[in-house]
Structure formats: structure tokens, C-alpha cells
């Protein structure tokens, strides 16, 4: 089974730090994601990457930034944490054979910025 | 560009009742469906796909949809629901032979009572 593991299930930060939440796949996977889930709007993208040091900007990626440094690990970055980035933040892998696969996710990170 | 529509945020049902979950898609071309489903305190997990072929598919824990081409629909059923399945439940699509870019609803609430 693929295993997608976010280091914190749990973050509580200060307004303005800087913050990395670090997502590690085994399987190989060539396409990471992340989101960010809060109530009423879904799952929206925040940055994603096709392979090792690529990445594309997804759908809300202004004050996040990414690195995928190694093919099994894409970190997140909170350049200067705002009250408005509190939510939970989930990362995904998939196999870039085909759009037809499947994303598999993380348990999520709940990041509190206080 | 892709868009997915669920028009319930929240179904209540009582156990071994029957359920359905509409999702409806909007994109001028060609797409893969898929269900996700998400326990408490957890990540994404897949519950089925559509691709091609067959219209009705069948997931996991007793779950199936029925891909609707005239109604741009993908509604998720289930004969006899359990406790177990209260969860939130997103519906998902990708364009057929694009990059690897899931568009999800904004999720529907299933909450099974005794």
C-alpha cells in the first residue's frame, strides 16, 4: 500500500514566523500535491510538482512556496504565517503514468496560526 | 476549465437506509470521475473511478456510481448504509490526457444514525 506521511498531525505557530510542513511518499511516485481543506470549499490546490525540482502553482499559491529536493519528499513553506493560513493542510502523491490514477493523501496536518 | 458541483453539504440518513451523493460536473471535453471519501481525522481515501467503459462502477465498502454523460452526472449509491460510513464524501474530475490536476467539489456530509 502506498504511505503518504505528514510530519505533524498537530502545528501551532506565531503570525509572521516562517513554517514547513514536510510530506514523505514510498512509493516512487512521481507527481506530489498540496491542498488546503477548509469547511465549505473543499479540498483547493496550493502548489504541485511533477517530478524532482519541478513545481507548478495551483490555485490559491500566494503566500506558500514548495521544494522537492529528493523525488519521495515535497515540503510546504509559509513564508510569514497570517492568521488566514490556519486550516488543514493535506498532501497527496500520485503516479504520473496517466491521468486516470488515483491521488493518494496524507492524514493531514491541522495548522493553527496564532 | 473543469468545475464539480455537490449541491448537498449535508445528508442525514438512519442506518441500512439507503443513500444517494450527486455530484455534477461542468467541462467541454472529455473527463475521469472519481469518489473520495474522508474519516474523521484523516486524510482522503479512494472509494472508486470511472475512466471508460462501463458506466456503473463499484468501490469499496458496498459503494457504486453511475456515469451520466447527458447529465454531466456521477452520483454515489448505496443500498444500506452503516454507521460506519459517516464520513465526508468528495466527488472529483480530471480531464482526460491532461496533467495530473484534480478539480473537487466542496464535499458532502453523510451522517448515519440509529
Known amino acids: 500500500d502506498v504511505k503518504v506521511t505528514q510530519s505533524s498531525r498537530y502545528l501551532v505557530k506565531r503570525t509572521g514566523e516562517k513554517v514547513f510542513l514536510e510530506c514523505v511518499q514510498d512509493?516512487?511516485?512521481?507527481?506530489m500535491f498540496w491542498y488546503r481543506q477548509d469547511p465549505g470549499l473543499g479540498l483547493r490546490l496550493i502548489y504541485f510538482s511533477y517530478d524532482v525540482k519541478m513545481k507548478e502553482k495551483g490555485d490559491i499559491p500566494e503566500g506558500y512556496s514548495v521544494s522537492r529536493e529528493k523525488k519521495e519528499r515535497f515540503s510546504l513553506i509559509l513564508e510569514s504565517a497570517s492568521t488566514n493560513q490556519t486550516s488543514m493542510y493535506l498532501c497527496a502523491s500520485r503516479d504520473g503514468q496517466g491521468a486516470g490514477q488515483p491521488q493518494h493523501f496524507g492524514d493531514g496536518t491541522r495548522l493553527s496560526i496564532l | 476549465a473543469q468545475s464539480v458541483t455537490q449541491l448537498d453539504s449535508q445528508v442525514p440518513v438512519f442506518e441500512e437506509a439507503p443513500v444517494e451523493l450527486r455530484c455534477n460536473y461542468s467541462s467541454s471535453v472529455s473527463v475521469y470521475l472519481f469518489w473520495y471519501v474522508q474519516y474523521p481525522n484523516q486524510g482522503l481515501q479512494l472509494l472508486l473511478k470511472?475512466?471508460?467503459?462501463?458506466?456503473l462502477v463499484k468501490g469499496i465498502n458496498g459503494f457504486e456510481a453511475e456515469f451520466n454523460k447527458s447529465q454531466t452526472s456521477f452520483h454515489l449509491r448505496k443500498p444500506s448504509v452503516h454507521i460506519s460510513d459517516t464520513a465526508e464524501y468528495f466527488c472529483a474530475v480530471i480531464i482526460t490526457g491532461t496533467a495530473s490536476k484534480l478539480t473537487f467539489g466542496t464535499g458532502t456530509r453523510l451522517q448515519v444514525t440509529l
Open positions: 512509493m516512487d511516485h512521481e507527481n
Open positions: 470511472y475512466l471508460s467503459g462501463s458506466t
